[in-house]
């Protein structure tokens, strides 16, 4: 079984910043692509943003594009999620997960971490 952990949620201000970091194990660091996820309280699990490992190709739902930036570091098997311009709306357990192609369909991805918490404060 593969592993993914997330890291780096907490509680900040509207307007502020945070970055999400996602180890993956090497077994899943064989997949061609990571995407992070969020799921807020009573919502459906949602996507944010998704690359490849080898040629960095990003994908992002519109909600979040211009505020957040999905990177890659291959030599640490991590991929980060800087956030910027936070809003109360994305309030939500962000998730990372390991795909066989760029996709935003959560049920193309194969493995999932447990999240991490990002509280944004109005």
């Known amino acids: 079984q593969g592993q993914l952990v997330e890291s780096g949620g907490g509680l900040v201000q509207a307007g502020g910043s945070l970055r999400l970091s996602c180890v993956a194990s090497?077994?899943?660091?064989?997949?061609?692509?990571m995407g992070w996820f969020r799921q807020a309280p009573g919502k459906e699990r949602e996507f944010v943003a998704t690359?490849?490992?080898?040629?960095?190709?990003?994908l992002y739902t519109d909600s979040v594009k211009g505020r957040f930036t999905i990177s890659r570091d291959n030599a640490k098997n991590t991929v980060y999620l800087q956030m910027n311009s936070l809003k109360p709306e994305d309030t939500a357990v962000y998730l990372c997960?390991?795909?066989?192609?760029?996709?935003?369909?959560?049920?193309?991805?194969?493995?999932w971490g447990q999240g991490t918490q990002v509280t944004v404060s109005s």
């Open positions: 997960a390991t795909a066989r192609g760029l996709y935003s369909v959560q049920s193309r991805y194969d493995y």
């Open positions: 690359i490849t490992w080898t040629a960095g190709i990003t």
């Open positions: 090497k077994r899943t660091f064989d997949n061609f692509a």
